[in-house]
């Protein structure tokens, strides 16, 4: 838990302080007194009477009441001075900076689980150990720089990483952006990313709080807590990135069915961050790119007016920002042909609008104030102005700030004379300005953050879904994959057509199912998870003699208990697959199926439950959509049946979490139904 005395603490001790600011306790008190902390401030040094000017107390047991501690001593001393601290001092915050727990082997696990199990004995936060500490609105506990930019309309950081987060910290400040929150959670023995997350979701309030967050997250402890809070904070306002570094896992286990193959450990990762309306990024550069656009008021819509008095840098933001489906409205008609007329010969407004590297900063306000005004298909303005190098671009970035702070719809600098214009870029954020430095840095960002929402599915649940039998099958079953009838009766009861199928294990029930069901048949071993690796599948069995034949095949293969009998029918082949993985809840993936499934990879996946509707958006997302559609006189498949039957399997798993795997592969389809051929089902319950 997240204590008051965590986030403003009247009293702060640092334990291990020192005059030596190269040691993390000597500047973590350095830290403190350079930026105000406005409380009362203790120190404990046994060997000096007094450390940068503040009166130092020879052990713990000296000390008065205290909110918060800074621990900055081995990690052996650790445990017995949080003891004294909580049990004698009152102390409710505690941060460790050591290392030597957990991180070195089970001694220092030991340590720590001690250390953990007193502040929650006695009611009080811990951060770390192994971390660099905390930054509140009330005072800066932290051992490293910058601590600069403080600013309780700042960015919100959570890490994992010590390191990490000053380098992201670094980075920000580079490109003028403030802090309000920084947690950096080492160790995680008490409090972690997620908790964070908590705290600064029943904390916010719009308008007041910081409205942007930034994680890096090496590892997810609680997923379903990292997903309430984060789309919690979504639906109020705030905006979110974040790294899940480790996203590369190597040596996951051999898969079992397509979706196994497909829906790597990172995939509901991802399909969790979509959900919960957290942008991803791969590296701090990107975060970095997402906290400054963030910080700029979003647009309405996604139509972009891209400024520029240099053509290159505005082609490739075209480029960029068109191959992404954000368009570059084509200007033209009367206001057009006025604004050109105040702007010099040579120049273009159609969009990209080009005002040439001679034009003027009167110019570039006719240009906003027309994309303003009298252009109503503009949502947002790219400006790209740099410098050759001829003269001073302080008051052409002055202007463009103060633009910002006036104009009706967002604008967005890209400054990109870093060094001709260095210090007038460096002015333009020292006054507050955020801008970009590379155009398609700006463009990647500016993409993601127009298509943050594309995720944030509903949690739409089917109504005539027929939960009773759904219960009733799981209940029955063991752990594994069900048997072709329980599949069947799961399928039924989400409301999935499929195939009319009997299962057989005599020659004399084969016949008497092949006239029910009528020629011709595919029959497919019963046993087997890849049947067509055994020979297991026989297509277009037209007759019975045919059908004598494979049966007295299929029955001679290996660990065959029975055959399937289905009709035999045509159409597109797609997949819908599901799987569950831990606490993150369950993927549901769909796309082109047969062998295409594995062999191409294109799939789309969202995290469960969902409605129709943004299935439907899931399917327009893949890569063969235009096969999905129709294309070169072949029938396409039913989009709305094909959606419809996605949500369905997405509320399946909802109802059903002992569903860990599922494959529809294939499934049939053409414009007018679609029918699942072969279905598997693997349960396994409290996974």
Known sequence: MITKELISPKSIVVVGGSDDSSKPGGNALRNLIETGYSGHLYVVNPKSAEVQGIKAHAHVQDLPQVDCAILAIAAKL???????????????????????????????????????????????????????????????????KP???L????????SGSGATVVFIMEEAVRRGLSFSHVFSVGNCAQIGVEECLEYLDETYVHGESSPVKLLYIESINDPQKLYRHARSLTLKGARIAAIKAGYSEEGSRAATSHTGAL???????KALFAKAGIVRVYNRTELVDMASIFSLPAPKGHNIAIITHAGGPAVMLTDVLSSHGIKIPHLKGPKADALLDKLYHGSSVSNPIDCLATGTKEQLGHIIDACNNDFDEIDSMAIIFGSPGLTDMTDTY?????KMLTSRKPIYPILTSVLNAGDAI????????????????????FVRMCKMYEGFSDDFLHPDINYPLILETINSAPDGYLPPEQVQKLLDAAGINRAKERVVTTLEDAEMAADDIGYPLVMKVVGPVHKTDVGGVALGVKDVKSLRGEFGRMMRIDNVTGILLQPYLSGREIFIGAKKDGGFGTVVMCGLGGIFVEALGDVVSAMAP????????????????????GIRGEEGVNEVIFAEMVSRVATLCHYAPEIVEMDINPLLGNSVNLTAVDARIRIKRND
């Open 610 to 629: 969902f409605s129709p509707t943004f299935a439907g958006e899931m399917i327009k997302k893949l890569r063969g959509y235009k096969i999905i559609q």
């Open 398 to 402: 002055n202007f463009i700030r103060e």
């Open 426 to 445: 460096r002015k333009f954020r020292a006054d507050g300005g955020i801008c970009f430095v590379y155009e398609c840095a700006f463009a990647e960002a």
């Open 78 to 144: 650790c445990p017995q001075t949080v003891e004294v601290l909580c049990r004698d001092k009152g102390c409710k915050a505690v941060i460790i900076f050591s290392a030597g727990f957990h991180e070195d082997g089970p001694e220092g696990a030991l340590l720590e689980k001690r250390i953990a199990d007193t502040v929650n004995k006695y009611g009080a936060s811990l951060i770390g150990p192994n971390c660099i500490g905390v930054i509140t609105n009330h005072y800066a506990g932290v051992f490293t």
């Open 151 to 158: 600013s309780p309309k700042g960015i919100d950081i959570i």
């Open 263 to 269: 829906a790597t450990p990172d995939e509901a990762v």
């Open 147 to 149: 601590v600069s930019n």
